[in-house]
């Protein structure tokens, strides 16, 4: 539709001109919100005054006084609270992106099951996403937390795995691999292998253009990804050890620990979020016209190799809009964390630091900045994804 | 959810309008005809909902202090139950105007975030409760320990001083209310829980066999627990002020919630001014002359909310120690009435 420019009649006054009138509301508007915005600014900061409360950003340089159960950088209590906020961050950061990993994978999966013709599989998958989908995701969280503290043994009777892997009720215990300066050649190793792939991967299509020969990429690639670097690894005299955990005391020391705080919230996030991609999978793939399917079954194609190169690159872009929906919501989600004690950025830094410095209105501001930016963030790459992969329209 | 409840109430702080600021918390009470006080979210002895759903404690009994003398109507409370997080924000917003929550006063709390405290109803100390089973007879041996405890609380800050100060080192696991932590206690996430001593025997209540568990004899801190008022209001700060010191003298006088209706004809002088029959101290603050008389009528005196809520008279069964009167060796004493 052509948009027809009216000619604006030279004898009505301007305000009567709804053009002019438009502009003239938007200004008014603006102003509004402006001085709405100043007065309550003004207002804080005038009580704020008044009552004595400390304000600024100082307190994130002093120090924080406390401990934290799980932190991916060195922390102690000795530290500051700028610092608890990045160890709070990063756990935040963590358990979104182990959510969002295993939430993609299971909705994937559940997604297909739901549209199997095998009616167990697929009424199976219905009852998966009914149940889980219609329960709050607060109670989600506290379930898993105390089955996992329930169900597990205390550190003296842990579960035992060749004294290599021990479970409890404090965590999963694995051992800690402790790399050697000759260890750079292993990751030298493994980038090459990854170029090598990639060169495969172009070698191999274009033989199949070419020949109509196919050839197992992914295969080849994984051998060539696992065995390179293996490879390296013992020629240049394994040099990395293994830190086993040992009981000491009250419990397991050294390796690595997985807490129950972080599996408990990691485990309900995938499965509460793997409905919904579940569902926008299957939306996805039912919206693939069934004539491509048919027309695939009748070039003699094997019906997972249907799924793979005709129906599921078509659901793609349906699928990723809502999913991308789901991640920023898994992200925000993890927030609950704080019901379970899990040391995430609301747990340490919105509880716990605001607590000690009681400056609550900058902390706050700080949080919801972390979680815009990390929203904008996931949804600017989904939808540079959406645009890579969707009708190229030329 | 919690993320939106404080920043609901942080929001509502950027919102206090002018009449907040200039607020004559007194007024602004009589005006509503009830006092809005912020207690625990539940701990026995101190706030926590008895069999018919009533809370009860000395917290709680603080808040219908106030409401006594402001309104002469001890019933005349709107609880708000606030985790340790949240209690500041909730005071400084104006949500509430008193919170009675076993909060510790400590000079920062004190000078940096707009509070004052009223006093001390409860000299608490830091303290570690552990299952018989684990064998361990002293602190000391609590190297390497998991340790439940309650996130943003001195408690916390306290630990680590003295795991610090011992050399010793610690896992901490972090909860948001009292009850998450002994859930944590029975479910073995944790060795120890610490806390202040008085909610260590609260604790050990819910214990499915308390016996199994038991309190260390180290007490690693100074608790001094009170309730607080928002700063810049100074009426308001005197009327809570008192109400504390108008109990303690109540018991030091021998008037109890039985007896005070006698104590109205009693010739002693000092008794003559606590219970407003010979003195206008109600009145310079803005209240009743009977102010105090209504305190101790309906709620009692200090020594009477004690044995009740935490004392002999109580399933936690506390010690007086050092909350007992200045004059029988312990230390709270309350200034004189006149």
């Known amino acids: ?394 | 959810m919690k993320l939106f409840k404080t920043a609901t109430l942080s929001l509502a702080a950027l919102a206090m309008t002018a009449s907040v600021s200039m607020a004559d918390t007194l007024d602004d009470t009589k005006k509503k005809g009830y006092l809005s006080c912020g207690l625990n979210t539940g701990l026995a002895g101190f706030a926590a909902p008895d069999t018919s759903g009533v809370w009860k404690g000395i917290d709680v009994d603080f808040c219908r202090a106030v409401a006594s003398a402001v309104l002469g109507d001890a019933s005349k409370v709107k609880y708000a139950h606030l985790n340790a997080k949240e209690r500041f924000t909730a005071l400084q917003s104006g949500e509430i105007d008193l919170l009675a929550r076993n909060t510790t006063w400590t000079a920062t709390r004190d000078t940096s975030l707009g509070l004052n405290f009223v006093g001390v109803n409860y000299y608490d100390g830091q303290g570690f409760l552990v299952s018989k089973n684990l064998g361990v007879k002293s602190a000391k041996e609590l190297d390497g320990a998991a340790f439940c405890i309650q996130a943003g609380t001195t408690t916390e800050l306290n630990l680590t001083d003295y795991f610090k100060a011992n050399n010793m080192s610690y896992t901490p696991i972090t909860y948001d209310t009292p009850s998450q932590v002994i859930e944590g206690f029975k479910a073995g996430r944790c060795d120890v829980v610490t806390s202040d001593a008085s909610q260590l025997y609260a604790l050990r209540t819910k214990l499915k066999d308390p016996d199994s568990a038991f309190v260390l004899p180290e007490i690693i801190s100074k608790e001094p627990l009170g309730p607080v008022v928002r700063q810049g209001d100074d009426k308001w700060f005197n009327i809570a002020k008192w109400t504390h010191i108008a109990m303690l003298n109540a018991e030091e006088l021998g008037i109890t919630s039985e007896n005070v209706d006698e104590m109205l004809k009693s010739n002693n002088p000092n008794i003559q001014r606590l219970l407003g029959t010979s003195s206008n101290i109600g009145e310079q603050m803005g209240l009743d002359a009977k102010w105090a008389y209504n305190v101790i009528k309906q709620v009692g005196n200090y020594g009477e909310v004690f044995e009740r809520n935490v004392g002999k008279g109580s399933p936690l069964k506390i010690d007086r120690g050092l909350n007992k009167l200045w004059k029988d060796g312990g230390l709270q004493y309350g200034a004189p009435i006149r």
């Open chain 1, 1 to 394: 539709m052509k948009k027809i420019k009216k000619e604006p009649q030279k004898d009505v006054a301007f305000y009567n001109n709804p053009e002019k009138r438009a502009i003239i509301y938007q200004i008014l508007a603006l102003i509004g919100i402006f001085l709405f915005t100043y007065f309550i600014l003004n207002n804080m900061f005038i009580n704020i005054e008044k009552r004595g409360i400390n304000t600024g950003f100082d307190f994130l340089s002093s120090e924080a006084g406390f401990g934290i159960l799980q932190s991916l950088i060195k922390y102690d209590e000795s530290n500051t609270h700028g610092k608890v906020f990045i160890v709070g961050l990063l756990n935040t950061i963590l358990v979104s992106a182990i959510g969002i990993f295993f939430a993609s994978l299971i909705g994937l999966l559940i997604g297909i099951g739901r549209l199997s013709k095998n009616y167990m599989v697929s009424k199976l998958c219905m009852v998966y996403i009914e149940t889980f989908r219609n329960i709050p995701i607060l109670l989600q969280i506290l379930f898993w937390y105390n089955v996992v503290l329930a169900s597990l043994p205390s550190p003296r009777q842990s579960i035992n795995y060749f004294d290599t892997v021990f479970l409890n009720n404090r965590g999963l215990y694995i051992p800690r691999p402790i790399l050697e300066s000759g260890f750079i050649a292993v990751i030298i190793a493994f980038i090459l292998a990854v170029i090598a792939c990639r060169y495969l991967v172009k070698w191999a299509r274009k033989k199949h253009d070419e020949t109509g020969e196919e050839f197992p990429v992914f295969w080849t690639s994984l051998a060539i990804l696992i065995a390179a670097p293996t490879l390296v690894f013992f020629v240049s005299g394994t040099p990395a050890t293994l830190e086993y955990s040992e009981l000491k005391g009250f419990n397991f020391i050294g390796g690595w620990t997985l807490i129950p705080e972080l599996l408990a919230l990691a485990f309900a996030l995938s499965i509460y979020t793997a409905t919904y991609i579940a569902e926008a999978v299957r939306a996805g793939i039912e919206a693939v016209p069934k004539g491509q399917k048919e027309a695939a079954h009748a070039l003699g194609l094997k019906d997972h190799i249907i799924l793979k190169k005709v129906v599921l690159p078509q659901a793609l872009r349906v699928i990723i809009p809502p999913v991308i929906n789901q991640y920023l919501n898994l992200t925000k989600n993890s927030s609950l964390a704080t019901a379970i004690g899990y040391p995430e950025l609301v747990t340490v830094f919105a509880g716990t630091s605001l607590n000690q410095v009681g400056q609550a209105i900058e902390i706050i501001l700080m949080t919801m900045a972390v979680y815009l930016t990390i929203s904008i963030v996931i949804s600017f790459i989904m939808n540079y994804i959406n645009d890579k992969i969707k009708i190229k329209e030329r």
